[in-house]
């Protein structure tokens, strides 16, 4: 792809950020933030320490939020956007809206679920206060393993293709995927914090809701990220064709 397509991709990947940003915002404000206001109930009632709140609950649930969400969004949008470019073409005979759904569905695994099932969201009052800077860095390093375990999974699958066949290389280079995210698993730590007396219903609605917000909004970036993509791709395709064609006199 030369620069200016590039460059087009990138901007309707960022606005494509934005629209799911959008969409996983009313998510995260219906369904996540009840959850926490619980929470923050909890935590109150049953702690003795109250520090000064910097920021006021109703601004973090508001405009906090919002702008948390829509950087969120639109950084992921850019950065999708620069793997779709390079992607496209590479990982099989796709068209732009199927390599987009591709890609939005990989990354979903890859940068959060895979995490997520090992260190899930806790809401506040959950989670010992002292552990939290490593939780947060095997959160990331489970992240990085992630992505680079699906990276590796489909270039295994690509050199098995010719031998296997393409949705027998896929099934191997799955199987592979799970088998190596299982390792990881059982050899990474596990922190369970959970204080006593805290609801187990409320820690499950608060976890399903933060992944409801991910899965709105990559399912919402593939959709629109691939319509807008394949309004470029294609334009550029032809045009590539046309000036290769001889000319006819």
């Keep these: 792809m030369n620069s200016v397509t590039v460059r087009t991709l990138l901007v309707r990947g960022m606005l494509a950020g934005l ?6 915002l009313v998510v995260a404000y219906l369904l996540g933030e009840p959850q926490v206001d619980a929470a923050i109930a909890f935590e109150d009632a049953h702690s003795h320490e109250h520090g000064v709140e910097v920021v006021s609950r109703g601004v973090q649930s508001t405009a906090g939020l ?10 992921l949008g850019g950065i999708a956007a620069l793997v779709f470019c390079f992607a496209l073409g590479r990982i099989g005979r796709f068209g732009a809206r ?11 695994v890859a940068v959060y679920l895979v995490p997520f099932l090992k260190y899930p969201a806790n ?7 002292d552990t939290i800077g490593t939780r947060t860095a095997l959160f990331f390093l489970m992240m990085l393993l992630g992505i680079l375990l699906a990276v590796a999974a489909t270039m295994f699958g690509r050199r098995l293709a010719p031998k296997l066949g393409n949705w027998n290389a896929t099934v191997a280079a799955g199987a ?12 990474l730590p596990a922190y369970d ?4 007396g805290f609801p187990g219903t409320l820690l499950w609605q608060f976890r399903l809701s933060a992944l409801a917000i991910q899965l709105v909004l990559w399912t919402a970036f593939g959709l629109i990220f691939g319509h807008l993509a394949e309004r470029v791709v294609p334009a550029r395709q032809e045009a590539t ?5 001889p000319a006819v006199s």
């Design 241 to 245: 064709a046309a000036e290769a064609a």
């Design 176 to 187: 592979a995927f799970v088998v190596a995210i299982g390792l990881a698993y059982a050899f």
């Design 123 to 129: 809401p506040p009052a959950v989670g010992d206060p």
């Design 98 to 108: 199927t390599t987009a759904a591709l890609l939005s569905g990989a990354a979903l």
């Design 19 to 24: 629209a799911a940003g959008l969409l996983a």
């Design 66 to 75: 919002a702008t948390g969400v829509l950087v969120y969004g639109v950084a």
């Design 193 to 196: 914090n959970v204080p006593e």
